[in-house]
């Protein structure tokens, strides 16, 4: 009986050993925005020394947006009772494809009826924006439309569209606060500000607000008080605005800096201390210093290496020991970099090859993603 006690109890601390490492393992999932026809997306997994490896690319089932923001999120993820969602939009056909991640092996399976639609119709041939609610909504930024869908996300990764909302600007940067309460929309321009109601599924528009320069790109800190806004400039222009507890955006930084072209995307490291910013025009990553207020003040910026051409989307792992960014170029490339303190150096055989796509602008998403606590 001493024995078979003991059988059990080592099976289960081998079970909670093998849950442990798979939560470690940090998977990349791409929206490949292949040009020209049928998109997809690739599974690649992060080894030990940060470098890349691709797995295995999977069709969606629709067809590419052909062109993109450099702001946009086109790929998020979602973590429901059944495990980890992975949703791709198609900005061709308005469609988004939902799949099941395994994070055992980084296998997708397509959720039956993927791609959903999204409520809108044709070609948004600048690209769909991605962003998740509390794990139950996804919203969809429609560009061609002006338009923001709202698909609720069963337990098995479904969609189902319960609104479709005309807002005043074309969605570019989109995320949700991480308290659940607020969308924050980014329009090229305007910035907006949108209380959810996850009972209906229902948007209430708060703005828009005024901004000083053309916002693209949004990052929000963990307490859900500060929105950073990357703006499309011939600088480095990265625009900070507190949110109140009632979802109103008022701005209180506009940082500037002639070292980097153009900031289209910004995200916060683990520890909330710096904001990354991706150069897209010069293919630069710039470090922020981010004080107790919310403001910001410059560390650095670094050149990436060839053959990427622009710096798009960031992404980080719940460690936060590397940074990841989407590289544009024929083949689709995945830059990576190691932070130290406010500066970052570009590890080795980076940036890593993803797939022939055409040379239009590709997105990631980190599975799992760094999270707030």
């Keep these: 009986m001493g024995r078979l006690r003991l059988w059990v109890i080592c099976g289960i601390a081998v079970c909670a ?4 490492r798979v939560q470690a393992q940090q998977y990349i999932f791409t929206n490949d925005n292949v040009a020209g026809g049928k998109n997809s997306t690739t599974a690649l997994t992060v080894q030990s020394s940060g470098a890349v490896k691709v797995l295995k690319t999977y069709p969606t089932g629709g067809k590419s947006a052909g062109s993109a923001y450099f702001a946009l999120s086109p790929v998020t993820a979602a973590h429901v009772r059944a495990g980890y969602c992975v949703f791709v939009s198609n900005g061709g056909d308005s469609t988004i494809a939902a799949y099941q991640a395994n994070l055992f092996n980084g296998k997708l399976v397509a959720v039956n009826g993927s791609p959903f639609p999204d409520g809108s119709s044709g070609s948004q041939n600048l690209g769909i924006g991605l962003t998740v609610g509390n794990s139950q909504l996804l919203f969809a930024g429609n560009t061609n439309t002006n338009s923001i869908s709202v698909m609720q996300i069963n337990r098995s990764c479904g969609l189902k569209t319960v609104q479709k909302m005309t807002v005043t600007g074309s969605p570019a940067g989109m995320k949700v606060t991480p308290d659940g309460k607020y969308l924050i929309v980014a329009y090229i321009g305007q910035v ?77 490291s683990v520890d909330g201390k710096h904001l990354y910013v991706s150069n897209t025009s010069s293919n630069q990553i710039t470090t922020l210093s ?7 003040k410059f560390d650095s910026t670094v050149k990436l290496q060839k ?37 970052l150096k570009e590890i080795a055989g980076s940036p890593f090859h993803v797939m022939n796509n055409g040379f239009d602008p590709a997105g990631l998403t980190m599975v799992p993603a760094k999270t707030c606590h």
């Design 17 to 20: 050993l093998s849950v442990a």
């Design 192 to 268: 907006d500000s949108f209380a959810i109601n996850y009972s209906t599924g229902e948007l209430t528009e708060l703005g828009p607000f005024q901004t000083q320069g053309s916002a693209a790109g949004v990052e929000i800190n963990c307490d859900s008080t500060v929105a950073y806004f990357g703006d499309t400039a011939s600088n480095t222009q990265v625009e900070a605005f507190s949110i109140n507890a009632s979802g109103g955006l008022k701005e209180i930084d506009n940082f500037t800096n002639t070292n980097g072209q153009s900031s289209n995307n910004v995200m916060l």
């Design 290 to 296: 981010v004080a107790s207020n919310g403001t910001l």
């Design 307 to 343: 053959p990427g051409l622009y710096a798009l989307g960031l992404g980080t792992g719940t460690n936060g020991l590397n940074i990841f960014v989407a590289e544009q170029n024929n083949p689709e490339s995945i830059g990576v970099l190691a932070p130290n303190g406010g500066s």
